[in-house]
Nanobody, 120 residues
């Protein structure tokens, strides 16, 4: 069974910084499968649909939503089966529950997500 466990969320002031982590576990999705998977960070704010924030290919090519470009950085550590999202200069509109999953999602169950609240 694949598990995606997000962590690192919390309350952060506008202009601060936060780093989110997502660890993949499970016999099938770790190791070589994780290494060849494209991964993404997604977020869902109350009343909104889940949206893609950033993606990273198996070759570490990255892409970002226009709303976070220049502020957020996605990265991965294949040895740790982990994807990161560095959030710099967050804004109140970045407040949401953040999830990771394959990009595009291919049926892997979503994790619980991690709540990020940007407020002074």
């Amino acid at each position: 069974q694949v598990q995606l466990v997000e962590s690192g969320g919390g309350l952060v002031q506008p202009g601060g910084s936060l780093r989110l982590s997502c660890v993949a576990s499970g016999r099938i999705f770790t190791g070589i499968i994780f290494r060849i998977s494209n991964m993404g960070w997604y977020r869902q704010a109350p009343g909104n649909q889940r949206e893609l924030v950033a993606s990273i290919t198996h070759g570490s090519n990255t892409n970002y939503a226009d709303s976070v470009k220049g502020r957020f950085t996605i990265s991965r550590d294949n040895d740790k089966n982990t994807v990161y999202l560095q959030m710099n200069s967050p804004k109140p509109e970045d407040t949401a529950v953040y999830f990771c999953n394959q990009f595009p999602p291919t049926g892997t169950d979503w994790g619980q997500g991690t709540q990020v609240t940007v407020s002074s």
